[in-house]
């Protein structure tokens, strides 16, 4: 068959001019034998949707007609049981985590500081900076050969992928148990092993995978289905809890409950509805209230419930948060710096990862660079420590392991204390330690020495968040602003300012402007401080949105994932369905026979196929000349996974018996893995039986006419969270297929403020 479009572009030296350029913005597309590893312009065919419509066939109503109300009370009670236990266990993983961290890194920094000022004395320095190579080493030697060997999936944060998750994209192997364990290992070590990584962005991933796990009643990797909770095994169902575990990922790592809402909320809004909306909180609330429970009673006080989450802001007073008018500028600046330098990191990241894409391909050889820039970061902390001799009192910070290093009896090295103790902690010291422990070239060292470090570090290949190293350069650089406006004016507090230049970074680097607020807004427990975060946020997202995109889309893009955008292209409404959607369609008969439809299935990867009455032969020489020609009247739309289920059962119209055992059971049984087409045996004989469609077809699929404008394609999909769309001429027969892929092609490209729209292609990698 022949796949054709109709749209009117044009190839110039460039590429494929769109018809954009009619509405004033010129676009191109390069070649696809050109399009580097790397490239921000493709889209990758290997990548899925989710089908998040329900499929209302007769089998479907069957169940409903049987089980009754009884069944819809008793699903919504089990929804509400697999929300709790959602919270509880997402909150168990994160103090799991949390603890190990603690624990190790309190033995190798104390280890450390018993050598650092033994060897003091002694001239014999190298060997505490061996002890600490090692130590470093280690961990993420282990840690990185799990994600490069076992896992690559729980690679980094894994919020981009639980980011297209919620956008309607399968993403493989993300919510499996498997990864959930390198992904809890992963964030340990690298933690433990001094890298500019945090455990935070790691736990919404976290929460995403028991949720999927736990909602499933089944695991791929253990091979077992304990036959329970069969009615939740659909892609729509799967999503909720998924941005339920998100959620109480964000609650549990923030101590952020409404903020783990509004972060699924800012993620995957298209599906939202109320009664959603109260069980995700739930599930943050709970998983907030267990980390709380247990971490407070770990550390000696029960009764008083002070750990809301594992990042922890440590306390600020109400004095220290209070603001005047006459800073509200000073946070627009820090804002527009954060914005600037957010870019800036968006920017050099993305370099490396294309370089990375291309000459760091093999295992080993990420493992190695793992272990290259741990030794890196070790080195450049160490070696700080020896030439900033940045001397105070003794006393006056709180660190745990303040060393005399090249200080005089009665005082330790400040720069050494914020080196020896996990970047969290060097956050907390960034918004607490008293005026006098931090001076300007402290902090300058360690703002330049960390931006680019954790740089270097995201995309590696290990588990870890940005959040944390961001907040830790953001709180230096913003430390340094406070003390410039304490020369000014003195009395203000620093602290603040480090907390606004934490978020300005942070914003800058990662773009989520609501549910960040909210998420710090929470951590640091002052609702009154919420305008200057909101303005830095806000300010920082505009300027770095004004040069780059935010760093997660980057990864996104550069996989090929064909993420949805929260809007279409900009002056699209002149261009119609017919010019986006794939024609001729490969549909099928109402009643097809087997032969047909597994001659289809084995031809084209299509998931989704019209149902139609009246075809005409798709491979004459005439449907390939008439761009148009209609393929029947449209009577429903049926998946690739359900004609693999009917043609595994063998139910065939000659074969009576097997339509009695078949119910909604029969297609939940092997989701969301359905066999290929090809592991199907079917006798020569049963080729010519025939298969009645229109049972199993979903009856009533969203259609558009021709005529239909881009954006109100896009925004169908959009508000539905739709995998295909037919497009049907004004007799309701089927003259095209519109897919996200279709969709996601038209990405709007922004260049130093040029606005345009890039046409990608869609390649097989
Ligand atoms: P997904 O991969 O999102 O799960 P899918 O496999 O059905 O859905 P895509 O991979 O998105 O479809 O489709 C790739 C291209 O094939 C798109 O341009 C789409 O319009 C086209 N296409 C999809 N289904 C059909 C079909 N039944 N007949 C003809 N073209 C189709």
């Given amino acids: ?417 914020l080196w020896l103790q996990v970047p969290e902690a060097s956050v907390r010291s960034f918004f607490h330690d008293p005026e006098e422990s931090l001076d300007v070239a402290t902090l300058v060292y360690f703002a330049i020495a960390y931006y680019l470090l954790t740089i270097w570090t995201y995309g590696l290949s290990v588990s870890a968040g940005l959040f944390i190293p961001c907040l830790a350069t953001g709180a230096a650089w913003g430390r340094l602003i406070g003390i410039g406006v304490q020369f000014i004016f003195p009395g203000a507090d620093v602290g603040k300012y480090a907390l606004i230049g934490a978020a300005s970074q942070l914003g800058g680097a990662v773009r989520m402007t609501i549910s960040l607020t909210v998420i710090l807004i929470e951590a640091t427990g002052n609702i009154t401080f919420g305008l200057p975060l909101m303005i830095c946020l806000l300010t920082a997202k505009w300027i770095g949105d004004y040069f780059t995109e935010s760093i997660y889309d980057i990864h996104i893009q550069l996989s090929g994932i064909p993420l949805m955008a929260w809007d279409p292209p900009p002056l699209s409404s002149n261009i119609y369905a017919n010019e986006v959607m794939s024609h001729p369609v490969a549909v099928f008969k109402s009643k097809e026979t087997v032969g047909q439809i597994i001659d289809t299935l084995k031809t084209y990867t299509y998931n989704g196929f019209p149902v139609v009455d009246g075809i005409f032969n798709l491979d004459s020489e005439e449907s390939y000349c008439n761009n148009y020609k209609p393929n029947g009247r449209l009577r429903g739309l049926i998946l690739r996974s359900q004609l693999i289920v009917l043609l595994q059962n063998k139910v065939f119209n000659e074969v009576p018996s097997a339509w009695d055992n078949v119910s909604l059971t029969t297609f939940r049984q092997d989701y969301p893995r359905y066999s290929n087409i090809d592991s199907i045996e079917i006798l020569e004989s049963e080729r010519h039986y025939t298969i009645d469609l229109l049972r199993f077809m979903n009856p009533s699929p969203y259609i558009v006419q021709h005529m239909a404008s881009l954006p109100r394609i896009f925004r169908l999909f959009r508000a539905m969270g739709l995998r295909h769309i037919v497009v049907v001429n004004d007799s309701n027969e089927v003259v095209g297929m519109v897919t996200r892929k279709d969709l996601t092609r038209y990405r709007v490209w922004r260049h130093r403020g040029t606005l345009g729209v890039v046409e990608l292609r869609i390649s097989a990698k």
């Avoid at 990758?44 to 109300?69: H, I, P, Q, T």
């Avoid at 030697?141 to 060997?149: F, K, N, Q, W």
């Avoid at 956008?167 to 390198?182: A, Q, S």
């Fill in 1 to 417: 068959m022949n796949r054709n479009r109709s749209s009117s572009f044009t190839t110039t030296k460039y590429g494929t001019m769109s018809r954009y350029s009619n509405n004033k913005i010129d676009s191109f597309s390069e070649n696809e034998d050109t399009v580097p590893i790397g490239s921000l312009n493709i889209l990758s065919a290997k990548y899925e949707s989710l089908d998040y419509e329900v499929v209302e066939n007769f089998v479907y109503r069957d169940e409903e007609r049987k089980k009754g109300y009884q069944y819809v009370v008793k699903k919504n009670f089990v929804r509400w049981i697999i929300f709790f236990w959602i919270g509880v266990i997402t909150a168990t993983v994160g103090i799991i985590i949390d603890l190990s961290i603690e624990n190790i890194a309190d033995f190798k920094f104390s280890h450390v500081k018993q050598y650092i000022e033994e060897c003091n004395q002694k001239n014999c320095l190298w060997r505490p900076y061996i002890l600490l190579l090692v130590y470093n080493v280690v961990p993420v030697l282990i840690g990185s050969t799990l994600v490069a060997y076992v896992e690559p999936v729980a690679l980094g944060s894994g919020i981009p992928q639980v980011k297209c998750y919620l956008n309607g994209i399968k993403i493989p192997r993300l919510v499996r148990i498997k990864t959930l364990f390198i992904k809890v290992i992963g964030v340990i070590t690298t933690v433990v092993g001094g890298m500019c990584g945090g455990k935070e962005g790691p736990m919404i991933h976290a929460g995403a995978v028991i949720a999927a796990g736990i909602s499933q009643g089944k695991s791929t990797t253990f091979n077992k289905d304990f036959g329970v909770l069969n009615y939740f095994r659909e892609d729509n169902e799967k999503r909720d809890f998924v941005s339920g575990g998100a959620a109480a990922g964000v609650a549990a790592a923030f101590g952020s409950p409404v903020g783990g809402v509004l972060f699924s909320l800012e993620e995957g809004a298209s599906f939202w509805n109320q009664g959603l909306t109260w069980r995700i909180f739930f599930a943050s609330m709970i998983s907030t209230f267990t980390l709380n429970v247990v971490l407070s009673a770990y550390h000696g006080h029960p009764g008083e419930l002070t750990y809301w989450g594992l990042l922890n802001f440590g306390k600020f007073n109400n004095f220290a948060l209070s603001y005047e008018i006459f800073e509200l500028p000073i946070f627009v600046i820090m804002g527009i710096i954060g914005g600037l330098t957010g870019a800036l990191f968006c920017h050099l990241n993305y370099k490396l990862t294309v370089f990375r894409m291309r000459h760091l391909v093999s295992r080993w050889k990420k493992v190695l660079e793992a272990i290259l820039v741990c030794c890196s970061t070790a080195t450049v902390g160490f070696l700080l420590m020896l030439w900033r001799n940045d001397c105070k009192p003794s006393g006056l910070d709180p660190t745990k392991y303040a060393v005399q290093l090249n200080c005089n009896d009665g005082e330790y090295n400040y720069m050494a204390s």
